[in-house]
Protein backbone atom coordinates (compact mmCIF):
# COMPACT_ATOMS: atom_id res chain seq x y z
CA UNK A 1 0.00 0.00 0.00
CA UNK A 2 1.28 3.44 -1.15
CA UNK A 3 0.41 4.96 2.04
CA UNK A 4 -0.49 3.63 5.21
CA UNK A 5 -3.93 3.29 6.07
CA UNK A 6 -4.31 3.90 9.73
CA UNK A 7 -7.22 3.52 12.05
CA UNK A 8 -7.75 7.01 12.13
CA UNK A 9 -7.59 7.50 8.13
CA UNK A 10 -10.05 4.70 7.90
CA UNK A 11 -12.34 6.49 10.54
CA UNK A 12 -12.50 8.96 8.53
CA UNK A 13 -13.60 7.84 4.92
CA UNK A 14 -16.35 5.67 7.27
CA UNK A 15 -17.37 8.61 9.37
CA UNK A 16 -18.20 10.62 6.05
CA UNK A 17 -20.57 7.77 5.54
CA UNK A 18 -22.37 6.99 8.65
CA UNK A 19 -24.04 9.41 10.75
CA UNK A 20 -23.20 9.32 14.38
CA UNK A 21 -22.01 6.15 16.48
CA UNK A 22 -18.61 7.59 16.16
CA UNK A 23 -17.40 4.54 19.45
CA UNK A 24 -18.67 2.15 16.76
CA UNK A 25 -16.81 3.33 13.89
CA UNK A 26 -13.36 2.99 16.03
CA UNK A 27 -14.61 -0.09 16.70
CA UNK A 28 -14.83 -1.09 13.60
CA UNK A 29 -11.79 0.77 11.98
CA UNK A 30 -9.33 -0.53 14.28
CA UNK A 31 -11.23 -4.28 13.28
CA UNK A 32 -10.51 -3.34 9.52
CA UNK A 33 -6.80 -2.16 10.17
CA UNK A 34 -6.20 -5.38 11.42
CA UNK A 35 -7.86 -7.10 8.89
CA UNK A 36 -5.93 -5.28 6.03
CA UNK A 37 -2.68 -5.81 7.64
CA UNK A 38 -2.94 -9.75 7.96
CA UNK A 39 -3.28 -9.64 12.31
CA UNK A 40 -5.73 -11.75 13.94
CA UNK A 41 -9.33 -9.08 13.62
CA UNK A 42 -11.98 -9.44 15.97
CA UNK A 43 -14.99 -9.75 14.69
CA UNK A 44 -17.91 -7.35 15.83
CA UNK A 45 -21.99 -7.92 16.71
CA UNK A 46 -24.03 -4.76 16.51
CA UNK A 47 -26.97 -4.31 18.39
CA UNK A 48 -29.10 -1.47 17.86
CA UNK A 49 -32.91 -0.46 16.49
CA UNK A 50 -33.71 -0.70 13.19
CA UNK A 51 -32.83 2.30 11.18
CA UNK A 52 -29.68 2.88 13.55
CA UNK A 53 -27.21 2.25 10.53
CA UNK A 54 -26.26 -1.12 10.34
CA UNK A 55 -26.94 -1.71 6.58
CA UNK A 56 -25.28 1.76 5.97
CA UNK A 57 -22.24 0.77 7.82
CA UNK A 58 -21.98 -2.65 5.93
CA UNK A 59 -22.16 -0.55 2.50
CA UNK A 60 -19.50 1.92 3.91
CA UNK A 61 -17.22 -0.53 4.06
CA UNK A 62 -17.88 -2.60 1.29
CA UNK A 63 -16.96 1.94 -0.69
CA UNK A 64 -13.66 1.41 1.70
CA UNK A 65 -12.51 -1.40 0.18
CA UNK A 66 -13.41 -0.08 -3.25
CA UNK A 67 -11.89 3.35 -3.00
CA UNK A 68 -8.26 1.85 -2.73
CA UNK A 69 -6.44 0.35 -5.31
CA UNK A 70 -4.06 -1.65 -2.64
CA UNK A 71 -7.37 -3.11 -0.89
CA UNK A 72 -8.51 -5.42 -4.35
CA UNK A 73 -7.81 -8.70 -2.45
CA UNK A 74 -9.93 -7.82 0.48
CA UNK A 75 -12.94 -6.79 -2.55
CA UNK A 76 -15.10 -9.75 -1.72
CA UNK A 77 -17.71 -9.11 0.69
CA UNK A 78 -21.48 -10.45 1.13
CA UNK A 79 -24.40 -8.93 2.58
CA UNK A 80 -26.28 -11.88 3.64
CA UNK A 81 -29.57 -11.95 5.84
CA UNK A 82 -29.82 -14.65 8.45
CA UNK A 83 -32.71 -15.91 7.14
CA UNK A 84 -31.56 -16.70 3.58
CA UNK A 85 -28.58 -19.10 5.65
CA UNK A 86 -31.64 -20.89 7.86
CA UNK A 87 -33.46 -22.29 5.14
CA UNK A 88 -32.11 -25.88 4.25
CA UNK A 89 -31.30 -26.79 0.46
CA UNK A 90 -31.22 -30.31 -0.20
CA UNK A 91 -27.49 -31.12 -1.05
CA UNK A 92 -25.89 -27.78 0.27
CA UNK A 93 -25.14 -27.38 3.72
CA UNK A 94 -25.38 -23.49 5.32
CA UNK A 95 -21.62 -23.06 5.30
CA UNK A 96 -20.96 -24.16 1.17
CA UNK A 97 -23.54 -21.77 0.55
CA UNK A 98 -22.26 -18.92 1.65
CA UNK A 99 -19.04 -19.51 0.08
CA UNK A 100 -20.97 -19.99 -3.19
CA UNK A 101 -22.06 -16.60 -2.69
CA UNK A 102 -18.47 -15.37 -1.99
CA UNK A 103 -17.15 -17.20 -5.37
CA UNK A 104 -19.59 -15.51 -7.16
CA UNK A 105 -18.97 -12.41 -5.94
CA UNK A 106 -15.04 -12.63 -6.43
CA UNK A 107 -15.96 -13.91 -10.04
CA UNK A 108 -18.53 -10.69 -10.48
CA UNK A 109 -15.34 -8.41 -9.36
CA UNK A 110 -12.71 -10.16 -11.06
CA UNK A 111 -13.85 -12.43 -13.53
CA UNK A 112 -14.96 -15.82 -13.89
CA UNK A 113 -11.32 -17.39 -15.07
CA UNK A 114 -9.73 -17.34 -11.74
CA UNK A 115 -6.87 -19.96 -10.46
CA UNK A 116 -7.25 -22.00 -7.45
CA UNK A 117 -4.88 -19.55 -6.00
CA UNK A 118 -6.13 -16.80 -7.11
CA UNK A 119 -9.77 -17.69 -6.12
CA UNK A 120 -8.84 -19.22 -2.67
CA UNK A 121 -6.98 -15.82 -1.69
CA UNK A 122 -10.28 -13.72 -2.63
CA UNK A 123 -12.33 -15.96 -0.76
CA UNK A 124 -9.65 -15.88 2.47
CA UNK A 125 -9.87 -12.68 2.60
CA UNK A 126 -13.50 -12.02 2.53
CA UNK A 127 -15.33 -10.03 4.80
CA UNK A 128 -19.18 -11.39 5.64
CA UNK A 129 -21.93 -9.42 6.85
CA UNK A 130 -24.95 -10.98 8.19
CA UNK A 131 -27.48 -8.84 8.71
CA UNK A 132 -30.61 -9.72 11.06
CA UNK A 133 -28.59 -12.21 13.03
CA UNK A 134 -31.38 -11.98 15.65
CA UNK A 135 -33.45 -14.09 13.15
CA UNK A 136 -31.56 -17.33 13.78
CA UNK A 137 -31.77 -17.24 17.61
CA UNK A 138 -32.35 -20.27 19.21
CA UNK A 139 -35.71 -19.45 20.64
CA UNK A 140 -38.20 -17.00 18.70
CA UNK A 141 -41.91 -16.31 20.38
CA UNK A 142 -40.80 -19.34 23.37
CA UNK A 143 -40.37 -21.69 21.43
CA UNK A 144 -37.42 -23.51 20.01
CA UNK A 145 -36.01 -22.34 16.76
CA UNK A 146 -33.91 -25.62 15.79
CA UNK A 147 -33.05 -23.93 11.95
CA UNK A 148 -31.81 -20.91 13.86
CA UNK A 149 -29.29 -23.30 16.10
CA UNK A 150 -28.26 -25.17 13.53
CA UNK A 151 -27.29 -22.23 11.49
CA UNK A 152 -25.48 -20.89 14.42
CA UNK A 153 -23.54 -24.23 14.87
CA UNK A 154 -22.78 -23.31 10.66
CA UNK A 155 -21.51 -19.53 11.63
CA UNK A 156 -19.49 -21.10 14.45
CA UNK A 157 -17.61 -23.09 12.10
CA UNK A 158 -16.23 -20.33 10.13
CA UNK A 159 -15.73 -17.84 13.29
CA UNK A 160 -13.70 -20.31 15.24
CA UNK A 161 -11.43 -20.30 11.62
CA UNK A 162 -11.53 -24.08 11.10
CA UNK A 163 -10.13 -24.81 7.39
CA UNK A 164 -12.70 -26.06 5.33
CA UNK A 165 -12.86 -27.77 1.90
CA UNK A 166 -14.72 -25.97 -0.44
CA UNK A 167 -15.57 -27.03 -4.04
CA UNK A 168 -14.94 -24.36 -6.71
CA UNK A 169 -15.16 -23.90 -10.41
CA UNK A 170 -11.50 -22.25 -11.34
CA UNK A 171 -9.57 -22.61 -14.49
CA UNK A 172 -6.69 -24.74 -14.89
CA UNK A 173 -4.34 -24.99 -17.84
CA UNK A 174 -7.14 -22.96 -19.73
CA UNK A 175 -9.87 -24.93 -18.69
CA UNK A 176 -12.54 -25.02 -16.11
CA UNK A 177 -11.88 -27.67 -13.71
CA UNK A 178 -14.16 -28.71 -10.26
CA UNK A 179 -11.25 -28.06 -7.71
CA UNK A 180 -10.97 -28.63 -3.68
CA UNK A 181 -9.69 -25.47 -1.72
CA UNK A 182 -8.47 -25.72 1.89
CA UNK A 183 -9.86 -22.34 2.67
CA UNK A 184 -8.33 -21.13 5.92
CA UNK A 185 -11.37 -19.30 7.50
CA UNK A 186 -9.41 -17.67 10.43
CA UNK A 187 -8.53 -14.98 7.73
CA UNK A 188 -12.93 -14.07 7.73
CA UNK A 189 -13.97 -11.01 8.85
CA UNK A 190 -17.46 -11.16 10.18
CA UNK A 191 -19.93 -8.20 10.57
CA UNK A 192 -22.88 -9.15 11.76
CA UNK A 193 -25.78 -6.82 12.97
CA UNK A 194 -29.73 -7.14 14.55
CA UNK A 195 -32.18 -5.21 15.50
CA UNK A 196 -32.61 -7.88 18.57
CA UNK A 197 -36.18 -6.79 19.13
CA UNK A 198 -37.17 -8.00 22.51
CA UNK A 199 -33.70 -7.52 23.82
CA UNK A 200 -34.97 -4.28 25.63
CA UNK A 201 -37.73 -5.11 27.22
CA UNK A 202 -35.64 -8.92 28.03
CA UNK A 203 -33.23 -6.99 30.28
CA UNK A 204 -35.61 -4.07 31.46
CA UNK A 205 -37.73 -6.63 33.33
CA UNK A 206 -35.07 -8.30 34.33
CA UNK A 207 -33.74 -5.32 36.61
CA UNK A 208 -37.16 -3.69 37.57
CA UNK A 209 -38.32 -7.45 38.91
CA UNK A 210 -34.76 -7.64 40.55
CA UNK A 211 -33.25 -11.08 38.53
CA UNK A 212 -30.17 -10.59 39.93
CA UNK A 213 -27.55 -7.64 40.94
CA UNK A 214 -27.87 -4.98 38.36
CA UNK A 215 -30.13 -1.89 39.74
CA UNK A 216 -32.04 0.68 37.37
CA UNK A 217 -29.87 4.00 38.27
CA UNK A 218 -31.59 7.07 39.23
CA UNK A 219 -29.69 10.39 38.21
CA UNK A 220 -30.47 14.38 39.18
CA UNK A 221 -31.86 16.52 36.75
CA UNK A 222 -31.66 20.35 36.87
CA UNK A 223 -34.37 22.07 35.47
CA UNK A 224 -34.01 26.38 35.16
CA UNK A 225 -37.32 28.00 34.33
CA UNK A 226 -37.60 31.27 32.81
CA UNK A 227 -38.31 33.07 36.09
CA UNK A 228 -34.66 32.18 36.96
CA UNK A 229 -36.14 29.69 39.42
CA UNK A 230 -34.46 26.11 39.74
CA UNK A 231 -35.61 22.82 40.15
CA UNK A 232 -33.97 19.45 41.07
CA UNK A 233 -35.75 16.12 40.30
CA UNK A 234 -34.61 12.60 40.46
CA UNK A 235 -35.36 10.53 37.27
CA UNK A 236 -35.05 6.71 36.48
CA UNK A 237 -33.65 6.36 33.08
CA UNK A 238 -32.85 2.99 31.13
CA UNK A 239 -30.41 2.43 28.48
CA UNK A 240 -29.91 -0.91 26.96
CA UNK A 241 -25.88 -0.09 26.51
CA UNK A 242 -25.97 0.73 30.18
CA UNK A 243 -26.84 -2.35 31.66
CA UNK A 244 -26.55 -4.74 28.29
CA UNK A 245 -24.28 -8.03 29.63
CA UNK A 246 -23.30 -11.41 27.63
CA UNK A 247 -25.49 -13.57 29.54
CA UNK A 248 -28.74 -11.21 28.03
CA UNK A 249 -27.30 -12.77 24.66
CA UNK A 250 -27.35 -16.28 26.42
CA UNK A 251 -30.86 -15.95 27.54
CA UNK A 252 -32.08 -14.35 23.82
CA UNK A 253 -31.12 -17.55 22.11
CA UNK A 254 -27.46 -16.86 21.03
CA UNK A 255 -25.31 -19.51 21.84
CA UNK A 256 -22.52 -18.40 23.94
CA UNK A 257 -20.02 -20.30 22.12
CA UNK A 258 -21.42 -18.33 18.86
CA UNK A 259 -21.27 -14.68 20.94
CA UNK A 260 -17.41 -15.48 22.38
CA UNK A 261 -16.51 -15.54 18.99
CA UNK A 262 -17.23 -11.77 18.81
CA UNK A 263 -14.34 -9.58 19.63
CA UNK A 264 -16.24 -6.51 20.15
CA UNK A 265 -20.28 -6.62 20.75
CA UNK A 266 -21.81 -2.91 19.91
CA UNK A 267 -24.35 -1.21 20.86
CA UNK A 268 -25.63 1.58 18.14
CA UNK A 269 -26.84 4.62 19.35
CA UNK A 270 -30.48 5.61 18.67
CA UNK A 271 -30.32 8.89 16.08
CA UNK A 272 -31.22 11.99 17.48
CA UNK A 273 -32.97 14.99 15.81
CA UNK A 274 -29.87 16.40 14.73
CA UNK A 275 -27.99 13.48 12.72
CA UNK A 276 -32.00 12.72 11.65
CA UNK A 277 -32.11 16.13 9.82
CA UNK A 278 -28.59 15.38 8.08
CA UNK A 279 -29.51 12.28 6.87
CA UNK A 280 -32.96 13.61 5.41
CA UNK A 281 -30.78 16.50 3.66
CA UNK A 282 -27.41 14.79 3.12
CA UNK A 283 -28.25 11.27 2.04
CA UNK A 284 -28.15 9.87 -1.52
CA UNK A 285 -31.77 7.66 -0.58
CA UNK A 286 -33.24 9.89 1.52
CA UNK A 287 -36.98 10.58 0.56
CA UNK A 288 -36.96 14.48 0.26
CA UNK A 289 -34.14 13.96 -2.64
CA UNK A 290 -35.95 11.43 -4.62
CA UNK A 291 -39.05 13.73 -4.46
CA UNK A 292 -36.74 16.52 -5.55
CA UNK A 293 -36.07 14.50 -8.14
CA UNK A 294 -39.42 13.41 -9.11
CA UNK A 295 -40.91 16.90 -9.11
CA UNK A 296 -38.00 17.92 -11.37
CA UNK A 297 -38.98 15.86 -14.03
CA UNK A 298 -42.70 17.48 -13.73
CA UNK A 299 -41.06 21.09 -13.85
CA UNK A 300 -41.89 21.89 -10.21
CA UNK A 301 -39.16 23.26 -7.76
CA UNK A 302 -39.86 21.62 -4.84
CA UNK A 303 -38.99 23.58 -1.59
CA UNK A 304 -38.58 22.47 1.96
CA UNK A 305 -38.24 25.14 4.20
CA UNK A 306 -35.65 24.57 7.22
CA UNK A 307 -38.27 25.02 9.85
CA UNK A 308 -40.35 21.48 7.83
CA UNK A 309 -37.00 19.44 7.89
CA UNK A 310 -36.43 20.43 11.54
CA UNK A 311 -40.27 19.15 12.56
CA UNK A 312 -39.59 16.01 10.03
CA UNK A 313 -36.54 15.05 12.23
CA UNK A 314 -37.74 15.92 15.73
CA UNK A 315 -41.18 13.88 14.82
CA UNK A 316 -39.05 10.83 13.69
CA UNK A 317 -36.42 11.45 16.54
CA UNK A 318 -39.51 10.18 19.11
CA UNK A 319 -39.68 6.99 17.25
CA UNK A 320 -36.50 5.73 18.47
CA UNK A 321 -37.10 2.23 17.58
CA UNK A 322 -37.08 2.44 13.77
CA UNK A 323 -35.05 5.16 13.72
CA UNK A 324 -34.43 6.61 10.08
CA UNK A 325 -37.40 4.66 9.19
CA UNK A 326 -39.11 6.98 10.74
CA UNK A 327 -38.02 9.95 8.25
CA UNK A 328 -39.15 7.88 5.51
CA UNK A 329 -42.48 7.16 6.77
CA UNK A 330 -43.36 10.78 7.87
CA UNK A 331 -41.90 12.71 4.74
CA UNK A 332 -43.16 10.17 2.48
CA UNK A 333 -46.65 10.22 4.26
CA UNK A 334 -46.68 13.91 4.42
CA UNK A 335 -45.85 14.58 0.48
CA UNK A 336 -48.13 12.21 -0.31
CA UNK A 337 -50.93 14.25 -0.67
CA UNK A 338 -49.30 16.58 -3.49
CA UNK A 339 -47.28 13.83 -6.06
CA UNK A 340 -50.76 13.28 -7.76
CA UNK A 341 -51.84 16.58 -8.95
CA UNK A 342 -48.98 19.50 -7.78
CA UNK A 343 -50.46 22.49 -9.35
CA UNK A 344 -53.91 22.26 -7.27
CA UNK A 345 -52.27 21.92 -4.18
CA UNK A 346 -52.38 25.02 -1.54
CA UNK A 347 -48.52 24.35 -1.21
CA UNK A 348 -48.58 25.14 -5.22
CA UNK A 349 -47.78 28.55 -6.38
CA UNK A 350 -45.92 30.60 -9.13
CA UNK A 351 -43.08 32.27 -8.30
CA UNK A 352 -40.11 33.97 -10.05
CA UNK A 353 -37.76 31.10 -10.16
CA UNK A 354 -40.74 28.80 -11.52
CA UNK A 355 -44.10 26.49 -10.74
CA UNK A 356 -42.94 25.87 -6.59
CA UNK A 357 -44.12 23.74 -4.15
CA UNK A 358 -43.31 24.90 -0.75
CA UNK A 359 -43.93 22.97 2.39
CA UNK A 360 -43.10 24.48 5.39
CA UNK A 361 -43.26 24.29 9.16
CA UNK A 362 -46.70 24.72 9.30
CA UNK A 363 -47.63 22.36 6.59
CA UNK A 364 -45.89 19.55 8.41
CA UNK A 365 -47.73 20.10 11.95
CA UNK A 366 -50.89 19.99 10.17
CA UNK A 367 -49.79 16.68 8.76
CA UNK A 368 -48.79 15.60 12.00
CA UNK A 369 -51.79 16.74 14.00
CA UNK A 370 -53.86 14.68 11.65
CA UNK A 371 -51.98 11.57 12.41
CA UNK A 372 -52.27 12.18 16.42
Do not use: W
Not at 1 to 30: C, H, W, Y
Not at 95 to 105: G, P, Q
Not at 131 to 149: L, P, Q, Y
Not at 290 to 301: P, S, V
Request: glycine letters at 8%; a negative charge.
Amino acid sequence: MEKLLLPTDINGFLAGRVLGQADLLRRISVSLYKHINGLPAPNVLLVGNSGTGKTTLMQAIAGFYDAYDALARFRVMVIVNANTLSAEIEGEDRTTRLFRKLEARAKVLFGADLTAGQLADYLENATVCVDEVDKISGRISGKANVEGITTQYALLTLLEGERFLYRATVLEDGREVEADLALDTGRLLFICGGAFEELYDQVYACLVNRRDERRLREVSEVDRKPDGSVSVRTVTRFKLRDYLRLADLFAYGMMPQFVSRFGSIAMLDDLGKDELRQILIQSAQSPLRLCLEYFRHMGIRLLVTEGAVAAIAEAAAKNSRIGARALREIFNGLIAAHEFDPAHSPQYAATDKGPTLTIDQEAVAQYLCRMD
